[in-house]
């Protein structure tokens, strides 16, 4: 079965520090893999997305995201944070089987506060 | 458009009483899906759609009911609501012709007394 492990639960950065969250997923082909943010509130709202082709995505807001192979990783950076990136953000995998495209299956999210 | 809606906002119940939760998009979108919210979990898919009249079940399902009789709704019935359904509950829509974006709703607050 496959899975998603984000193992930060918590992550406090200060303001105008480079910020990177981490994802690593289980699953035995390359997965659909995205990143999401939820504001306080609110509901979530899509960062990037990977599918294929080049490992490094440009995302909103100024994030990046880099997809290793070799490390099941989906790793998710910004080089520079500003206050409103304070918020929860979540991995998510799809699996490129045609009966399982609606069916997200998401990490346990990161909460990222940020300092002055 | 207005996107993905739910309603209510908020919502307490005591134990065993039922409630819908309402969902609804305008965006055409073939797949919805409901999640629910817990501290420490993520989000974890409860039932989802590829159309209307075609449901299933996903990681959570038992306690919730749903059915999809038109592409624009889809209602999530709690039969017997049980404290342990406490949650924030979240319904999400997307494109079928393949692995899409999903968008969502703001969000129902549920309390289970």
């Known amino acids: 079965a496959q899975s998603v492990t984000q193992p930060d639960i918590h992550i406090t950065v200060s303001e105008g520090a480079s910020l990177e969250l981490r994802c690593n997923y289980s699953?035995?082909?390359?997965?659909?893999l995205f990143w999401y943010v939820q504001s306080p509130g609110q509901g979530l709202q899509l960062l990037l997305k990977?599918?294929?082709?080049?490992?490094l995505v440009q995302g909103i807001k100024g994030f990046e995201a880099e997809f290793k192979r070799s490390q099941s990783s989906f790793n998710l950076r910004k080089p520079s944070v500003h206050w409103s990136d304070a918020a929860e953000y979540f991995c998510?995998?799809?699996?490129?089987?045609?009966?399982?495209?609606?069916?997200?299956?998401f990490g346990a999210g990161t909460q990222v506060v940020v300092t002055p | 458009n207005a996107g993905v809606t739910q309603t209510p906002k908020f919502q307490v119940l005591k134990t065993g009483q039922s409630m819908t939760l309402q969902c609804a998009q305008d965006?055409?979108?073939?797949?919805m899906s409901w999640y629910r919210q817990d501290p420490g979990m993520g989000l974890r898919l409860i039932h989802y759609?590829?159309?209307?009249?075609?449901?299933d079940q996903g990681e959570v399902p038992n306690g919730y009911n749903v059915s999809r009789s038109t592409t624009e709704d889809f209602p999530l019935r709690l039969l017997s609501a049980a404290p342990s359904q406490t949650s924030v509950y979240f319904c999400?829509?997307?494109?079928?012709?393949?692995?899409?974006?999903?968008?969502f709703g703001p969000g129902t607050r549920l309390t289970v007394l």
């Open positions: 965006m055409n979108h073939e797949y």
């Open positions: 998510a995998v799809v699996r490129g089987t045609t009966d399982s495209w609606g069916k997200f299956q």
């Open positions: 990977y599918f294929s082709g080049d490992t």
């Open positions: 699953y035995g082909a390359t997965p659909y």
């Open positions: 759609s590829v159309g209307a009249g075609i449901t």
């Open positions: 999400a829509s997307s494109y079928s012709d393949t692995v899409n974006e999903q968008f």
